[in-house]
């Protein structure tokens, strides 16, 4: 298990520094086949710059990213997961919030780091006052089952709807989970 406090929210310095780390958590997660908005061959180059494209989000404070960093040994300090934490900016739905960026390094799995990095983005989202949450995954994957064992909610399944790591069309399941609901 991991310490729970080797997971934490980036502010935006943390967030500037972190892009190196994030970007290979990115390759790693594609690499292991993960459909996570990437194709099989993407490069750190690439993956940085998606995280680069989120700086004003972070500084706007509209986005919070977390990481799970490693706590010892000779990887300490290594980013070994993400979350982010995305608010909706629509005047109409101050209370809703999405989750985006769920990654696990391959080498680190089986250690409760997405748990605690679910924790800590629902946490910080209460806090916030948004008790809404929504995120989505390819369906039947591992993702699937980990959000439905933390009590994520399935809304719906689209068919086709985005490419596996591998090229293949893949359906894709959409969850929510009332905060409100889970805190009692």
């Not at 290979?24 to 690499?31: E, F, G, K, S």
């Amino acid at each position: 298990m991991i310490d729970r406090g080797a997971v934490r929210a980036l502010d935006p310095d943390a967030y500037l520094a972190a892009i190196p780390g994030l970007a290979r958590l990115v390759v790693d997660a594609v690499d292991g086949g993960a459909s996570v908005n990437f194709l099989a061959g993407v490069t750190e180059a690439q993956a940085a710059a998606w995280w680069s494209d989120r700086i004003p989000d972070i500084v706007a404070g509209t986005t919070t990213a977390f990481v799970a960093v490693e706590p010892g040994g000779a990887a300490a300090g290594a980013i070994v997961g993400s979350t982010l934490l995305i608010r909706s900016r629509n005047q109409n739905s101050p209370h809703r919030a999405e989750i985006g960026k769920v990654l696990v390094h391959r080498s680190a799995r089986r250690r409760g780091i997405g748990r605690a990095l679910m924790d800590a983005a629902e946490a910080r989202a209460l806090a916030d006052g948004r008790w809404l949450l929504v995120l989505d995954t390819e369906a039947g994957s591992a993702a699937d089952a980990f959000y439905r064992s933390l009590g994520w909610h399935e809304l719906g399944t689209m068919p086709n709807h985005a490419y596996r790591s591998d090229g293949v069309l893949a359906p894709t399941t959409y969850f929510w989970k009332d905060l409100r609901a889970a805190a009692r």
